[in-house]
């Protein structure tokens, strides 16, 4: 049977592409999304009324409203979620710009409570469905430079973790997904985007953060047509994980950091368990 999927961020060549065309290649239908979807036009073209684009900006809850009821009245409903929009902006923890700060956590997490809390009712109403949120190794290890970037993803973790067991009697599944480096257009705005650091000695770290990602750029070893067949696959396992990290080098990196907080968790055990009152 055919599912209908609300995919967000359409934007052509990233993961909500590699998701729709996915989804549409085992016989399902699509609503996507996207802040510009004349880019989209000619490509839904190709799928006819399978295919459903819709101006959407995340941060919109009237929008986001409007867009979810659109998709229910087109398809009858919303069989999977995937919350993939979001952008990463870099800087110090000490020295980014508060407005830039809280402009990335409304886009990377109240964004995506405002698209599930608006899915959610015709989920529950059915007894089942999926969300999918599109988090990253950021959310599991953080990334230098990319501070508060990673606590917005950190934040998703965690909203992800506890609306899993909130929906799992309902019927809905949970999944967080953390991709690694893929070759998505993410990385394209460094070259464009000098350091605006304005306290001086976070900026030669910063430096380094671009000209990696730039270097990066077009390099990175994920592929997100595979990257998203491996989320199909991981939907339809019984029982699903919980998360699924995608990329070797972000599995490698996910693995090496748990296992040495792991360490050291351990290695202080006495304190921890001397914490307790004395019996």
Known sequence: MSRTWFITGGTPGGFGMAFAEAALEIG??????????????QW????GDRVLVLHLDVTDADQVRAAVGAAEDRFGGIDVLVNNAGRGWYGSIEGMAEADVRRMFELNFFAVLTVTRAALPGMRARGNGWIVNMSSVAGLLGATGFGYYSAT???????????????????????????????TRAYTGFADEPVTEPIAEYRP????????????NGAQPGDPAR?????????????????????????????????????????????????????
Do not use: C, H, W
């Not at 399902?28 to 036009?41: G, K, Q, W």
């Not at 998703?156 to 899993?164: I, K």
């Not at 953060?209 to 270097?215: L, N, P, S, T």
């Open 28 to 41: 399902d239908r699509v609503a996507l999304t996207a802040r510009r979807p004349d880019e989209l036009s």
């Open 44 to 47: 839904a073209q190709g799928f």
């Open 153 to 183: 993803k950190f934040a998703l973790e965690a909203v992800t973790e506890q609306l899993r067991e909130e929906v799992a009697p309902l019927g809905i599944r949970v999944m967080a997904v953390e991709p690694g480096a893929f070759r």
């Open 205 to 216: 770290m910063l430096e380094q953060v671009r000209a990696a990602m730039i270097e990066q």
């Open 227 to 279: 990257g998203v067949r491996a989320v199909i696959s991981a939907m339809a396992e019984n029982p699903p994980p919980r998360r699924l990290i995608l990329g070797s080098g972000g599995f490698d990196a996910v693995v090496d950091t748990l296992e040495e907080s792991l360490t050291e968790i351990r290695a202080y055990e006495k304190l921890s368990r001397g914490a307790d009152f004395a019996v």
